[in-house]
């Protein structure tokens, strides 16, 4: 291919296609058109990319003609209907939904850790995995690379809008409603106080939530499947030994976890650090003396994945115990899928499929965030919605 490839942004208008448009316009520009689709009912609506104002078309077969890559920011069920549309026309998509990441003959792939993937898709499609594995697996990934991955054990602490704009919403109205209150010292003032609970299973405003996705076989919940399935098939370990446990807190944005990592052999604490430190897409912020350690609102808006409070297991020279945060909007949905567009984008121009972590250790991507600094504007996304529309 001699032209830039012209890409196709599938949801421009919901929350993650906002902040899309966002990084597009920050990082380095390797697109010709840059097409904007959404549901019909957001035809005709206008919006920035690249400095310049663009109109949405509708979602349509005719929207993907001359398009190379197409990146879905959609629900599921029109990822579903439209995204083998679009593969059948020769784009690739890269997609953003659950409906693709556990099929046998769609990559799951995260830059940092197994682009090599994205060269084998045999259906067109890549995908992108959860928000919440995003925020750790970068991390994970490197240190499996240097010490060999054995079992995680997770507990994840999720923000409101990873259920969309009705999470927010909910938090808000019940954060509202309790201010100046005394509730949250009796059994049941809270549900007593708040009757709409919003998608929640439970008031989420001075609570937590230790419920997320539907339910599954045993008593799991889909998102704690999910954060099972979505690892063991980015870091290419289909035995890995892991158990989730999720509870959303009342944080509007930005997705924390406290992972337990037992590796194959032992492990120190100085050499994880250091290991964590080189890592890409990682910033390592780790220093409990001087109150050093992320935590969601001191990481919203930024693009990496934080990692602190990092420790060799008190009784087991194999493990180690610390707590991430990332961006469940940056870095745990738009980001990814930019990043795995551009790849794509640097193959079709190559005119032959690049092998972006030839040289990296262990399958580990050398792939890094380098013209997408942690000290980008952090207004990038500030003034957009924070939740993705379910109708887009």
Not at 35 to 51: E, F, M, N, Q, T
Not at 76 to 105: C, H
Not at 152 to 169: C, H, K, M, P, T
Not at 337 to 348: I, K, M, P, S, Y
């Amino acid at each position: 291919m001699t032209r830039r490839p012209n890409l196709a942004v599938v949801g421009a208008t919901g929350a993650v296609g906002e902040v899309l448009l966002g990084l597009l316009s920050l990082r380095q520009d390797v697109w010709g058109e840059i097409r904007l689709v959404a549901s019909p009912r957001s035809a005709g609506r206008k919006a920035v990319v690249r400095g310049e104002t663009a109109e949405v078309v509708p979602l349509a077969e005719e929207a993907f003609a001359g398009v190379d890559v197409a990146v879905f920011a959609v629900p599921d069920p029109v990822a579903a209907q439209w995204a083998p549309i679009a593969a059948a026309k020769g784009v690739v998509v890269i997609d953003d939904s659950t409906v693709f990441r556990t099929a046998e003959d769609v990559p799951l792939v995260v830059p940092e850790v197994n682009a090599a993937a994205l060269r084998i898709r045999p259906r067109g499609i890549v995908a992108s995995p959860a928000g919440t594995t995003l925020a750790m697996i970068a991390a994970v990934g490197a240190l499996h690379a240097e010490y060999g991955l054995a079992q995680l054990v997770v507990a994840s602490y999720q923000a409101a809008d990873g259920e969309g704009r009705a999470g927010e919403a909910a938090l808000r109205a019940q954060t509202g409603l309790v201010a100046g209150t005394a509730v949250g010292r009796q059994t049941g003032d809270l549900r007593a106080l708040i009757i709409d609970q919003g998608p929640f299973a439970a008031p989420l405003a001075l609570n937590a939530v230790p419920w997320t996705g539907g339910l599954r076989e045993g008593g799991w919940s889909a998102e704690e499947m999910g954060i099972r399935d979505e690892s063991r098939k980015v870091l290419g370990l289909p035995a890995l030994k892991v158990s989730a446990t999720c509870v959303h807190i009342p944080v509007v944005r930005t997705h924390a976890l406290a992972v337990h990592a037992r590796f194959e052999r032992e492990v120190t604490q100085e050499h994880a650090q250091d290991i964590l430190r080189d890592a890409p897409g990682v910033v390592l912020y780790d220093d409990p003396a001087a109150g050093e350690f992320p935590t969601p609102n001191d990481v919203v808006g930024t693009d990496p994945v934080w990692v602190g409070r990092v420790r060799r297991a008190l009784d087991e020279p194999d493990a180690l115990d610390l707590f991430l945060c990332g961006d469940n909007l940056r870095k745990g949905a738009a980001l990814n899928l930019v990043q795995l567009a551009e790849l794509v984008a640097a193959e079709l121009t190559a005119g032959e499929p690049t092998d972006a972590a030839s040289d990296a250790p262990s399958g580990v991507s050398s792939v890094a965030e380098s013209d997408a600094p942690s000290d980008a504007p952090s207004d990038v996304s500030s003034d957009v919605s924070e939740q993705r529309e379910p109708e887009e």
